[in-house]
């Protein structure tokens, strides 16, 4: 079974400053994919970046990135020049070749002004 | 930019009563996904569904719960005597066929249902 362990369950950052999201994830799988979404207090869900697992290079949105560590099972989200519209809840997710989901228990972040 | 619709944003009901949770995926999207969120919680998956019938779905999708495209546009949930543990936002999703982007699933806005 696949897991998804997001072990902030509260960050803050000031205004543009970095933050760093940490997500580690189990699978015997070897072709998945990865995603982060954000969760604004409005509650949709919305995409911010994604990772393919065949692909080395590590995924970049303008001011996100991740830093995808297959070996160790680790997905964390970059973000920087943090915003105050970035204050939100951030899932992380993982998809299995199956096409199924799971999501992680989030992390609430806090953009500090 | 396209987006899922999903109607309404919020639902009170009586504990035993019927609901039905509607969406609008965008439009050339081809697999269909229901969610929920208990408040609090993460987000799980319940069902997806493509070429008119169920692909996948989670213990939590019992006999209670059913789901059709009864027509070219919307997709619906719904579920038959709700509970009080059914109170939750259920998030509807859609995604493509289109190479380079299929893996990604859009959201809507939700439904928040609360059952008394």
């Known amino acids: 079974a696949q897991t998804v362990t997001q072990s902030q369950p509260e960050m803050s950052v000031q205004e543009a400053e970095t933050v760093t999201l940490s997500c580690t994830y189990d699978?015997?799988?070897?072709?998945?994919?990865l995603f982060w979404y954000k969760q604004p207090p409005s509650r949709q869900m919305i995409l911010v970046i994604r990772?393919?697992?065949?692909?080395?290079q590590n995924a970049t949105e303008n001011r996100f990135s991740v830093n995808f560590q297959k070996a160790a099972k680790s997905f964390s989200l970059k973000i920087s020049d943090s915003q105050l519209g970035d204050t939100a809840m951030y899932f992380c997710?993982?998809?299995?070749?199956?096409?199924?989901?799971?999501f992680g228990t989030g992390t609430s972040l806090t953009v500090i002004p | 930019e396209p987006e899922v619709t999903q109607t309404p944003s919020h639902q009170v009901t009586q504990m035993g009563q019927e609901v039905i949770l509607r969406c609008v995926p965008i439009?050339?999207?081809?697999?269909f996904y229901w969610y929920r969120q208990i408040l609090g919680q993460k987000v799980e998956f319940l069902v997806s569904?493509?070429?008119?019938?169920?692909?996948?779905k989670s213990e939590i999708f019992d006999d209670q719960f059913s789901v059709e495209r009864p027509d070219g546009s919307n997709f619906t949930l719904k579920i038959r005597s709700t509970k009080l543990e059914d109170s939750a936002m259920y998030f509807c999703?859609?995604?493509?066929?289109?190479?380079?982007?299929?893996?990604?699933?859009?959201f809507g806005p939700g439904t928040r249902l609360l059952v008394l």
């Open positions: 999703a859609s995604r493509d066929r289109l190479a380079g982007s299929q893996e990604t699933q859009y």
């Open positions: 699978t015997s799988e070897n072709n998945y994919y």
């Open positions: 990772q393919e697992a065949y692909k080395q």
């Open positions: 997710a993982f998809m299995n070749p199956g096409n199924q989901f799971y």
């Open positions: 439009s050339n999207h081809l697999y």
């Open positions: 569904f493509y070429n008119n019938e169920i692909s996948e």
